[in-house]
């Protein structure tokens, strides 16, 4: 049980970690606010914490009270039958919604490049996942990256213009985003410190030193204001 706390904790700073980076990129133009989905999102995430909860507390119940079997009248068996049918028709309405306003998903077929973290493991992944203790399906925007060390540097993966460098407080820690041509923006998060001379209007080449990380990157690509796969364009 405790340990279902501190998931949910980390859980918790993690997704708001995820919204406050949406927003910044939303209020820079770089993507489209989606409110609907986040709506949706947040809706079904409190559904899926509220029953892990209850089911939590029931099994807490059952554990310290120990009560011989009573025979349920059919009519609650019913009742409860129809009940779980119902739940199970929203939910699927619920799954259907949440599918129609899935962000859009940005194509890439050239060459690939470097990674913005040298030598680092990928330890989360693009897109859709079910999230194993709420068994409720996340769509992740961005990819992390670890460091096997402390102090790993951060690198542009491409020319281009430095649009936003600035410590965002919190999880997320300093941003760097820069915009490449065609429409393509590499968002660099959670990093510790900036490199001297980072600034916004600065051009940078291909490999320039961003700054630091303690060991986490979150790398996400946006083209044409829709998220990309960051694995698509880079190397590991």
């Not at 009519?75 to 939910?91: D, L």
């Not at 919604?97 to 890439?108: G, L, V």
């Not at 213009?161 to 985003?177: H, N, Q, T, Y």
């Amino acid at each position: 049980a405790r340990d279902k706390v501190i998931y949910r904790e980390r859980f918790d700073k993690i997704r708001s970690t995820q919204r406050a980076l949406q927003r910044k990129l939303a209020s820079l133009k770089i993507i489209k606010s989606d409110k609907i989905f986040e709506e949706i999102e947040a809706k079904r995430l409190a559904k899926a914490q509220r029953l892990e909860e209850r089911n939590r507390v029931e099994t807490i119940r059952e554990e310290d009270i120990e009560q011989p079997p009573i025979a349920q009248p059919l009519a609650i068996e019913e009742n409860k039958a129809a009940y779980i049918k119902e739940q199970q028709a929203k939910g699927e309405r619920e799954r259907v919604e949440h599918q129609r306003h899935m962000p859009k998903i940005a194509k890439y077929h050239g060459r690939k490049t470097i990674s913005p973290l040298e030598g680092s493991r990928l330890i989360k992944k693009f897109g859709t996942y079910i999230d194993p203790i709420y068994k409720f399906k996340i769509f992740n925007k961005s990819i992390t990256l670890k460091s096997s060390h402390k102090g790993a540097k951060v690198k542009s993966i491409l020319r281009g213009r430095i649009v936003f460098a600035e410590d965002s407080g919190g999880m997320l820690g300093r941003v760097v985003i820069i915009e490449h041509d065609n429409q393509l923006h590499t968002i660099y998060a959670k990093l510790a410190r900036l490199a001297p001379g980072i600034h916004v209007g600065k051009q940078v080449s291909k490999g320039s030193i961003l700054g630091k990380v303690n060991k986490i990157l979150m790398f996400e690509v946006t083209k044409n204001n829709k998220h990309m796969d960051p694995l698509k364009l880079i190397k590991l």
